[in-house]
C-alpha cells in the first residue's frame, strides 16, 4: 500500500514538470515587472524619468508584469490539465480537454452556490460578510480561492475518471457518445457536484486557517515561526493568501504611527516609514516579521536545496535535472518566485516539503530575532532585497546579517536535503525509476512494461492473447509490421498499410466489420460509432505484442471466405425474392433533408456508402445550403466536424445524414450546425446551414447520404424518388416485413 502511494505520488510529480518548465521564466517577468512598478520604490529613488508612468520602459515592464501574473493567475487550470495529462494512461488529450472543462465546470457551480447563497451579490460585489481573500477571480469566474490545490482535486478526478471509462462501450443507440467522448460528458457531471460539496468544505478550511492569526500575533517570537510554517505549508492548497494577507494588508499584522498617521498591516506600515525614511532611525522588526525572513531561505537555503538535487541526480540524467533545477534556482534567487522548486520534490518526496516548512519559517523567526527589517513588494527575492535592503543601508535594515545567517541556511538545506534523498531514495529530479536509458516514456514503453507485467502474472495463454479482437484486426491487415498508422473517424477504423496485398478482407469482417474499403495503402473498416474503442483497444494491443508479419494468402481467404459466405445461405436469394413478392406489414416514410437530386444509394460515390456498409437509404445531391429534420424526432450527436449528424425519428427509425464525401477532412469548414445533441426538432425544422460553394470546392463530392443504420432483419428501403426533389417530401419508405 505504501509502495502504491509514492508510485501515485512520483507520477504526479512527473506529470508537474511540464508546467513547472514556464514557470522561472513567468517569475522573472512577474517579480521584474512588479518590482520596478511601484510607485514608491519610483520615487524614493526618484526614477520618474526612467520608469515612471508614459515612459517606454514603464509599458515593458507593465506588460512584462501582465505576461507573468497571466500564468501564475492560472496557475491551478495549468496544473489540473498537468496532471491530467501526466496520469491518464491512454488518449492523453482528451483527458486534458476533459479537465480543462472539468474546471470550468467545478467553479462555475461553486459560483452559482455563492450567488445562490448571497455570498455574491446581484451586482458582482461580495458581501460585506464574506472573509477577504475567500472568493477571487478565476478566469473570469468569482470563485472560492483554492489556489494549485484545485486543479490538483480536477486533474487527479479526470485522469481516474479517464482510466475508468475511456474504452466505456455504450448501447447502440448510444454507441456515439461511448469511449472517449464518454470522458468529457462524465467528468462534467461529476464536477458539477465536486463544486457544490466544495462550496461546503472549503470555506470551513479556510475560516480555521483566519483563525490562527490571533495566535500568531499574541505569542511574540513563536508566533513568527508558527507564522512561517503555516505559510509556507498552505502555498501548495493556496490558502496562504488567507493567512497572510491579513498580516501584511490590516491591524492584524500591527498598528503604527508615521508620519503623523496610524498605519495598519506590516507591509503598509513598512512602505510608510520607507516614504519618511529620512526620520526613520530603523525600520520595524515587528511590522517586517512577516516577509523579511523570506531572503534567507529563497536567496540561500533553497538553492543549497537544489545543488543537493543536483548532486543526488544520477549521472546520466544529471544534464537534464540540472537544466530544470537552475532555471528554478534562478527564479527563486531574483525574485522570490519558491513554485518551480518547491514543486519540483513536493509531491514524489513529500518529506523534503516537511522539512522546507520547517526551515523556512525558523528563518522568519530568525530574522525578526535579529532585528532585521527588509521589506518587500512581491517577494524575498535579491531584487526586493537589493531595492529596500542595500539601498537602505544597514543601519536601517540590518541587511548585512541576511548574508551569514543565508550561508548558514545554504549549508543547513544542502545536508539535510543530500541526508534525506540518499536516506531514503526520495525520486528528486534526475533519480526517477524510469528505464535503463535515459529517455522520456512513450506510450509504447507504457504499454509494453505493462504487458510484460500481465504476462508474468497470468498464464501463458492469457498473456500472449492480450485482446482476441484486436489480434484478429491486426491479422487481417497483415500483421503489426504491415500496419503503419492507426486513426478512425466517427465510423471508419482508418488504416496505413504497407503492403495492401496482406490484407485479409475476409477475416477483418469476421471481426464484426460491415464492409472494408481499400484506397491505396489505406485501408477503412467499417464498424460504426463504437470504432473508437475499437481503435484504442487496437493501440494498446499493437504496443504490447512483438510480431512482425502475418504471413497470408489474402486473395485466397478472401474467396473462399465470399464462397463460404454463399454457400451457407442457400436460401438468402428466396428469402429476398419472398420479402419483394409479400407485402409490407408497416412503412414508415422518411422525408428528404435537402432539396436537391434525389437518388438511390448505389450511386453513392463512396465504396462504403454504396456498398451498405453503415446502413441503406438514399443519396440527395444538395441544390440549397439548407439542411432540415427529414421528420419529427430528436437528435442524437453531432459529429466533431460537423460534416453529419445522428437523428432518430418519433417512429423509432435511426438514421445519420452525411453531408457530402469525405467531408471529415474540412474540419467543420463549410457547415454551420443550428443544432445540439439530444434537442427533439420538428419536420422542417433547419438543423444546418452549409456553404456550397465552398463544400464543392474542396471535397470531392457534395452527394449526402441519407442512411438507416440499424435496419432489422425484416426491414428493407425503397426508394420513392429518383430525381429533383425538395426539401420534405418523400424520399425513400422503411417497408417491415413479417419475420
Same mark, same amino acid.
Not at 428469402?575 to 444509394?601: F, N, R, Y
Given at each position: 500500500?505504501?509502495?502504491?502511494?509514492?508510485?501515485?505520488?512520483?507520477?504526479?510529480?512527473?506529470?508537474?514538470?511540464?508546467?513547472?518548465?514556464?514557470?522561472?521564466?513567468?517569475?522573472?517577468?512577474?517579480?521584474?515587472?512588479?518590482?520596478?512598478?511601484?510607485?514608491?520604490?519610483?520615487?524614493?529613488?526618484?526614477?520618474?524619468?526612467? =520608469?515612471?508612468?508614459?515612459?517606454?520602459?514603464?509599458?515593458?515592464?507593465?506588460?512584462?508584469?501582465?505576461?507573468?501574473?497571466?500564468?501564475?493567475?492560472?496557475?491551478?487550470?495549468?496544473?489540473?490539465?498537468?496532471?491530467?495529462?501526466?496520469?491518464?494512461?491512454?488518449?492523453?488529450?482528451?483527458?486534458? =480537454?476533459?479537465?480543462?472543462?472539468? $474546471?470550468?465546470?467545478?467553479?462555475?457551480?461553486?459560483?452559482?452556490?455563492?450567488?445562490?447563497?448571497?455570498?455574491?451579490?446581484?451586482?458582482?460585489?461580495?458581501?460585506?460578510?464574506?472573509?477577504?481573500?475567500?472568493?477571487?477571480?478565476?478566469?473570469?469566474?468569482?470563485?472560492?480561492?483554492? &489556489?494549485?490545490?484545485?486543479?490538483?482535486?480536477?486533474?487527479?478526478?479526470?485522469?481516474?475518471?479517464?482510466?475508468?471509462?475511456?474504452?466505456?462501450?455504450?448501447?447502440?443507440?448510444?454507441?456515439?457518445?461511448?469511449?472517449?467522448?464518454? !470522458?468529457?460528458?462524465?467528468?462534467? !457531471?461529476?464536477?458539477?457536484?465536486?463544486?457544490?460539496?466544495? $462550496?461546503?468544505?472549503?470555506?470551513?478550511?479556510?475560516?480555521?486557517?483566519?483563525?490562527?492569526?490571533?495566535?500568531?500575533?499574541?505569542?511574540?517570537?513563536?508566533?513568527?515561526?508558527?507564522?512561517?510554517?503555516?505559510?509556507?505549508?498552505?502555498? +501548495?492548497?493556496?490558502?496562504?493568501?488567507?493567512?497572510?494577507?491579513?498580516?501584511?494588508?490590516?491591524?492584524?499584522?500591527? %498598528?503604527? #504611527? !508615521?508620519? &503623523?498617521?496610524?498605519?495598519?498591516?506590516?507591509?503598509?506600515?513598512?512602505?510608510?516609514?520607507?516614504?519618511?525614511?529620512?526620520?526613520?532611525?530603523?525600520?520595524?522588526?515587528?511590522? %517586517?516579521?512577516?516577509?523579511?525572513? #523570506?531572503?534567507?531561505?529563497?536567496?540561500?537555503?533553497?538553492?543549497?536545496?537544489?545543488?543537493?538535487?543536483?548532486?543526488?541526480?544520477?549521472?546520466?540524467?544529471?544534464?537534464?535535472?540540472?537544466?530544470?533545477?537552475?532555471?528554478?534556482? =534562478?527564479?527563486?534567487?531574483?525574485?522570490?518566485?519558491?513554485?518551480?522548486?518547491?514543486?519540483?520534490?513536493?509531491?514524489?518526496? +513529500?518529506?523534503?516539503?516537511?522539512?522546507?516548512?520547517?526551515?523556512?519559517?525558523?528563518?522568519?523567526?530568525?530574522?525578526?530575532?535579529?532585528?532585521?527589517?527588509?521589506?518587500?513588494?512581491?517577494?524575498?527575492?535579491?531584487?526586493?532585497?537589493?531595492?529596500?535592503?542595500?539601498?537602505?543601508?544597514?543601519?536601517?535594515?540590518?541587511?548585512?546579517?541576511?548574508?551569514?545567517?543565508?550561508?548558514?541556511?545554504?549549508? =543547513?538545506? $544542502?545536508?539535510?536535503?543530500?541526508?534525506?534523498?540518499?536516506?531514503?531514495?526520495?525520486?528528486?529530479?534526475?533519480?526517477?525509476?524510469?528505464?535503463?536509458?535515459?529517455?522520456?516514456?512513450?506510450?509504447?514503453?507504457?504499454?509494453?512494461?505493462?504487458?510484460?507485467?500481465?504476462?508474468?502474472?497470468?498464464?501463458?495463454?492469457?498473456?500472449?492473447?492480450?485482446?482476441?479482437?484486436?489480434?484478429?484486426?491486426?491479422?487481417?491487415?497483415?500483421?503489426?509490421?504491415?500496419?503503419?498508422?492507426?486513426?478512425?473517424?466517427?465510423?471508419?477504423?482508418?488504416?496505413?498499410?504497407?503492403?495492401?496485398?496482406?490484407?485479409?478482407?475476409?477475416?477483418?469482417?469476421?471481426?464484426?466489420?460491415?464492409?472494408?474499403?481499400?484506397?491505396?495503402?489505406?485501408?477503412?473498416?467499417?464498424?460504426?460509432?463504437?470504432?473508437?474503442?475499437?481503435?484504442?483497444?487496437?493501440?494498446?494491443?499493437?504496443?504490447?505484442?512483438?510480431?512482425?508479419?502475418?504471413?497470408?494468402?489474402?486473395?485466397?481467404?478472401?474467396?473462399?471466405?465470399?464462397?463460404?459466405?454463399?454457400?451457407?445461405?442457400?436460401?438468402?436469394?428466396?428469402?429476398?425474392?419472398?420479402?419483394?413478392?409479400?407485402?409490407?406489414?408497416?412503412?414508415?416514410?422518411?422525408?428528404?433533408?435537402? %432539396?436537391?437530386?434525389?437518388?438511390?444509394?448505389?450511386?453513392?460515390?463512396?465504396?462504403?456508402?454504396?456498398?451498405?456498409?453503415?446502413?441503406?437509404?438514399?443519396?440527395?445531391? +444538395?441544390?440549397?445550403?439548407?439542411?432540415?429534420?427529414? #421528420?419529427?424526432?430528436?437528435?442524437?450527436?453531432?459529429?466533431? %466536424?460537423?460534416?453529419?449528424?445522428?437523428?432518430?425519428?418519433?417512429? &423509432?427509425?435511426?438514421?445519420?445524414?452525411?453531408?457530402?464525401?469525405?467531408?471529415?477532412?474540412?474540419?467543420?469548414?463549410?457547415?454551420?450546425?443550428?443544432?445540439?445533441?439530444?434537442?427533439?426538432?420538428?419536420?422542417?425544422?433547419?438543423?444546418?446551414?452549409?456553404?456550397?460553394?465552398?463544400?464543392?470546392?474542396?471535397?470531392?463530392?457534395?452527394?449526402? +447520404?441519407?442512411?438507416?443504420?440499424?435496419?432489422?432483419?425484416?426491414?428493407?428501403?425503397?426508394?420513392?424518388?429518383?430525381?429533383?426533389?425538395?426539401?420534405?417530401?418523400?424520399?425513400?419508405?422503411?417497408?417491415?416485413?413479417?419475420?
Amino acid at each position: 500500500m505504501k509502495d502504491k502511494i509514492f508510485g501515485v505520488l512520483q507520477r504526479v510529480g512527473r506529470s508537474f514538470m511540464l508546467p513547472i518548465a514556464i514557470l522561472p521564466v513567468a517569475g522573472l517577468l512577474l517579480g521584474l515587472g512588479s518590482s520596478f512598478t511601484n510607485t514608491t520604490t519610483i520615487e524614493t529613488y526618484g526614477l520618474q524619468w526612467l =520608469l515612471g508612468d508614459k515612459t517606454i520602459l514603464h509599458a515593458l515592464l507593465v506588460i512584462m508584469n501582465a505576461v507573468g501574473s497571466a500564468i501564475f493567475d492560472n496557475l491551478p487550470l495549468i496544473f489540473a490539465v498537468g496532471v491530467a495529462i501526466g496520469m491518464a494512461k491512454k488518449e492523453k488529450e482528451v483527458s486534458a =480537454l476533459s479537465a480543462v472543462i472539468a $474546471y470550468f465546470v467545478m467553479n462555475v457551480s461553486i459560483n452559482a452556490m455563492l450567488k445562490i447563497s448571497g455570498k455574491i451579490l446581484a451586482d458582482g460585489s461580495i458581501a460585506k460578510d464574506v472573509l477577504d481573500g475567500t472568493i477571487t477571480s478565476v478566469c473570469g469566474i468569482q470563485s472560492l480561492q483554492m &489556489g494549485v490545490f484545485g486543479g490538483i482535486i480536477v486533474g487527479l478526478g479526470v485522469a481516474a475518471l479517464h482510466n475508468r471509462f475511456y474504452k466505456i462501450e455504450l448501447p447502440n443507440a448510444l454507441s456515439f457518445f461511448g469511449g472517449t467522448r464518454f !470522458v468529457p460528458i462524465i467528468s462534467t !457531471v461529476v464536477y458539477l457536484f465536486v463544486g457544490i460539496l466544495m $462550496y461546503f468544505i472549503w470555506p470551513t478550511v479556510q475560516n480555521g486557517i483566519y483563525a490562527l492569526g490571533g495566535v500568531v500575533t499574541g505569542t511574540g517570537y513563536f508566533g513568527t515561526l508558527l507564522f512561517g510554517i503555516i505559510k509556507r505549508a498552505l502555498i +501548495p492548497f493556496g490558502l496562504h493568501h488567507v493567512f497572510y494577507m491579513p498580516f501584511w494588508q490590516t491591524a492584524v499584522g500591527g %498598528t503604527m #504611527e !508615521v508620519a &503623523g498617521h496610524m498605519v495598519e498591516g506590516g507591509q503598509n506600515i513598512f512602505f510608510a516609514q520607507l516614504a519618511d525614511s529620512a526620520n526613520i532611525a530603523h525600520f520595524s522588526a515587528g511590522a %517586517t516579521r512577516y516577509f523579511s525572513g #523570506e531572503f534567507i531561505f529563497m536567496i540561500f537555503g533553497l538553492p543549497g536545496a537544489a545543488l543537493a538535487m543536483y548532486k543526488c541526480a544520477k549521472p546520466e540524467k544529471k544534464k537534464q535535472a540540472g537544466s530544470l533545477l537552475l532555471s528554478a534556482t =534562478l527564479a527563486c534567487m531574483f525574485t522570490g518566485i519558491t513554485e518551480p522548486l518547491e514543486f519540483s520534490f513536493l509531491f514524489v518526496a +513529500p518529506a523534503l516539503f516537511a522539512v522546507q516548512v520547517v526551515l523556512a519559517g525558523s528563518a522568519y523567526m530568525i530574522a525578526h530575532i535579529l532585528n532585521i527589517a527588509v521589506g518587500l513588494t512581491f517577494s524575498g527575492g535579491l531584487l526586493d532585497f537589493f531595492l529596500f535592503g542595500i539601498l537602505q543601508g544597514n543601519e536601517k535594515t540590518s541587511w548585512m546579517l541576511v548574508i551569514p545567517v543565508g550561508i548558514v541556511y545554504f549549508l =543547513l538545506y $544542502y545536508f539535510i536535503f543530500s541526508f534525506f534523498i540518499k536516506k531514503f531514495d526520495l525520486k528528486t529530479p534526475g533519480r526517477e525509476d524510469d528505464d535503463t536509458k535515459t529517455k522520456l516514456y512513450t506510450k509504447a514503453d507504457v504499454n509494453e512494461r505493462k504487458a510484460a507485467k500481465d504476462v508474468k502474472n497470468s498464464d501463458e495463454k492469457a498473456g500472449t492473447v492480450a485482446d482476441e479482437l484486436s489480434q484478429t484486426i491486426s491479422r487481417g491487415l497483415g500483421g503489426k509490421a504491415n500496419i503503419s498508422d492507426v486513426d478512425c473517424c466517427a465510423t471508419r477504423l482508418r488504416i496505413t498499410v504497407i503492403d495492401p496485398d496482406k490484407v485479409n478482407d475476409a477475416l477483418l469482417k469476421s471481426t464484426g466489420a460491415s464492409g472494408v474499403v481499400h484506397k491505396g495503402q489505406g485501408v477503412q473498416i467499417i464498424y460504426g460509432p463504437r470504432v473508437t474503442v475499437i481503435k484504442s483497444n487496437l493501440e494498446d494491443y499493437l504496443a504490447s505484442v512483438t510480431e512482425e508479419h502475418f504471413e497470408d494468402d489474402a486473395v485466397e481467404n478472401n474467396t473462399a471466405d465470399a464462397s463460404k459466405t454463399k454457400d451457407s445461405n442457400p436460401s438468402s436469394d428466396k428469402a429476398q425474392d419472398s420479402d419483394v413478392e409479400s407485402e409490407p406489414t408497416s412503412t414508415v416514410i422518411i422525408s428528404s433533408p435537402m %432539396t436537391g437530386i434525389a437518388a438511390d444509394l448505389s450511386t453513392a460515390p463512396d465504396e462504403a456508402f454504396a456498398g451498405k456498409m453503415m446502413g441503406d437509404g438514399a443519396v440527395v445531391t +444538395p441544390e440549397e445550403g439548407i439542411v432540415v429534420a427529414p #421528420e419529427d424526432g430528436t437528435v442524437l450527436f453531432v459529429f466533431d %466536424t460537423k460534416h453529419a449528424l445522428g437523428f432518430t425519428t418519433d417512429s &423509432g427509425i435511426g438514421m445519420i445524414i452525411h453531408v457530402g464525401i469525405d467531408t471529415v477532412k474540412l474540419e467543420g469548414k463549410g457547415f454551420d450546425v443550428q443544432v445540439e445533441a439530444g434537442c427533439h426538432v420538428n419536420k422542417g425544422d433547419v438543423l444546418m446551414k452549409l456553404d456550397l460553394d465552398y463544400l464543392k470546392a474542396n471535397a470531392p463530392s457534395v452527394t449526402t +447520404p441519407v442512411i438507416c443504420t440499424e435496419l432489422k432483419d425484416n426491414q428493407k428501403i425503397r426508394l420513392i424518388t429518383d430525381g429533383p426533389i425538395k426539401a420534405g417530401e418523400p424520399l425513400y419508405a422503411v417497408d417491415t416485413y413479417e419475420k
